[in-house]
């Protein structure tokens, strides 16, 4: 089993760029979440999604959204990029409800 | 307002010097606290789950506790291995997850 997986590892964008990460749930997850991290700060809820639906949001703006597929991979998409945005986003899997397994994280850098 | 709050930020301790690090938290209702390891750049990593007061989980140096509004994490004769950051997390509603800032830990040789 390989887990939670992330792609790509790194990306560099300048201001008002659009990304998007992508993320491979650990086998048998059915659930995805995704996170914000700061340098010194812990992870800050973005969104979960399951059954290809968004469930929960956290404080984050529509700029943020995000998918997922039928094989419970997901999407992060961030619009119109901004310095504060530069952050560890981190994606974790879980059953419906249960412990989160994290992947590795992708490091967002704008400039 | 739901809070999950970490203490110390950050702590040294000589190898083989036992300490506790905590996690107190201010949610209604609690289903449950979570304790993940984080090492630099990377991913947390699941440690343990507690789901009720007077819950202990072990793991090879690492002690979980948890009462009706704090945990403990429990650290014996420490490496310097087990240098990290230390995440706690409550569920909070059906589906969103808290975290606390961290504990950043240091074990020195």
């Known amino acids: 089993d390989a887990g939670v997986t992330q792609s790509p590892t790194h990306l560099i964008k300048t201001r008002g760029q659009q990304v998007t990460l992508r993320c491979s749930p650990k086998s048998g997850h059915d659930t995805v979440s995704w996170y914000q991290q700061a340098l010194g700060q812990g992870p800050q809820f973005i969104f979960q999604?399951?059954?290809?639906?968004?469930?929960q949001r956290g404080n984050f703006p529509d700029r943020f959204s995000g998918h997922q597929f039928p094989n419970y991979s997901s999407e992060l998409n961030v619009n119109a990029l901004w310095l504060g945005d530069s952050a560890l986003y981190l994606c974790?899997?879980?059953?419906?409800?249960?412990?989160?397994?994290f992947g590795p994280g992708t490091r967002l850098t704008v400039l | 307002e739901d809070q999950v709050t970490q203490s110390p930020e950050a702590l040294r301790l000589q190898e083989g010097e036992s300490s506790s690090l905590n996690c107190s938290y201010t949610v209604s209702g609690l289903r449950g606290l979570f304790w993940y390891r984080q090492d630099p750049g990377k991913g947390p990593e699941f440690l343990f789950t507690?789901?009720?007061a007077g819950e202990e989980k072990e793991k090879e140096r690492l002690k979980a506790t948890l009462t009706k509004k704090e945990s403990f994490l429990h650290i014996t004769a420490p490496k310097p291995e087990d240098s990290a950051t230390y995440l706690c997390a409550v569920p909070r509603g059906d589906d969103k997850i808290i975290f606390g800032k961290g504990t950043r830990l240091h074990i020195l040789p």
């Open positions: 999604y399951y059954e290809e639906e968004e469930r």
């Open positions: 974790a899997s879980s059953l419906r409800w249960g412990e989160q397994f």
């Open positions: 507690l789901y009720s």
